[in-house]
């Protein structure tokens, strides 16, 4: 379980978290919805130890983030949200040096890196430098990386972007697996359909606040017939948004 304790984090005069507080359980796959620089990124980043907040405590599995960082960050596996890091290293060495950060044995790095390379069907590519793969191999190849030491935690920032459906089908279903087992996964993500058919749990932020936090049944039970698309931006979207496009476009829409 993760708990997140009145976190805040300020860059300079901007909150980009104001007293977020949240848990996160086992087994459920949890995702982090909200428009561009509602605070997403930066909750995961403080989770994932790449900055730290500015206040609040967070708890992973009964441990404080701040005491026990090491030992917290051996159980996470991450997907930051650009792909675009160790350009200059092949897809293998990148590998390579995940698993030795990772401690990694040889035998466990073998069986799962075979699995994961045909998975994701990178087999041709595993000695070609990053710098020359597309956006959705290099997203390839950094889950990959991510999920080699079978970590117990996943935290994928918008894992999805990039990748063709066929991984996009693969990746959905490794998640479930991963909870099924009684694991966690969180990830952020824009598609709303895809937040609809995965997540357990969501957490929708708005300006770095907490607007919902619950079960995503719950939250679908609030309207009826209605898709997650429809409440989330009655929740937090625009009210006017129509007149705006009859403004831009014109009248003839079709409607
Ligand atoms: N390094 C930084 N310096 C200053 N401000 C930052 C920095 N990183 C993020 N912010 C600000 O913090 C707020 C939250 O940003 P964050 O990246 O967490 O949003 P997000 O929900 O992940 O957005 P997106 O969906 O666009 O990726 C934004 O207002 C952003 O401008």
Same mark, same amino acid.
């Given at each position: 379980m993760i708990t997140f304790e009145h976190i805040r984090k300020t860059y300079g005069d901007k909150t980009? #978290?104001?007293d977020l507080s949240l848990t996160i359980p086992d087994g459920k796959i949890f995702g982090f919805l909200g428009h561009n620089g509602a605070g997403k990124s930066t909750t995961i980043k403080s989770l994932v130890s790449i900055i730290q907040q500015t206040s609040g405590d967070i708890i992973v599995n009964g441990m404080n983030l701040t005491e026990d960082r090491l030992k917290i960050k051996q159980k996470i596996g991450y997907v930051p949200?650009?792909?675009? #890091? $160790? /350009?200059? /290293?092949t897809a293998n060495d990148y590998w390579n040096l995940i698993t030795s950060a990772y401690q990694v044995s040889e035998e466990v790095k073998k069986a799962r890196l075979i699995k994961l390379v045909n998975l994701f069907n990178m087999q041709d590519e595993?000695? %070609?430098? #990053?710098?020359? $793969?597309?956006h959705g191999m290099r997203q390839k190849t950094i889950i990959i990386g991510a999920l080699l030491p079978d970590p117990d935690i996943w935290i994928l920032d918008e894992?999805? %972007? !990039? /990748?063709d459906p066929q991984a996009t089908y693969d990746l959905k279903q490794l998640m479930r697996a991963h909870v099924q087992k009684g694991k966690m996964v969180i990830f952020s993500t824009h598609n709303l359909a895809t937040a609809e058919e995965l997540c357990d749990e969501v957490a929708i932020l708005k300006q770095g606040k907490l607007v919902y936090n619950g079960s995503l049944d719950k939250l679908l039970a609030t309207m009826p017939d209605a898709s997650l698309e429809t409440i989330y931006l009655k929740m #937090? !979207?625009?009210?006017n948004d129509s007149q705006i496009v009859k403004d831009l476009e014109g009248d003839d829409l079709g409607e």
């Open positions: 980009a #978290i104001a949200d650009s792909p675009d #890091i $160790f /350009l200059e /290293l595993v000695e %070609t430098p #990053i710098s020359d $793969f597309s894992p999805m %972007t !990039g /990748l #937090i !979207g625009r009210q």
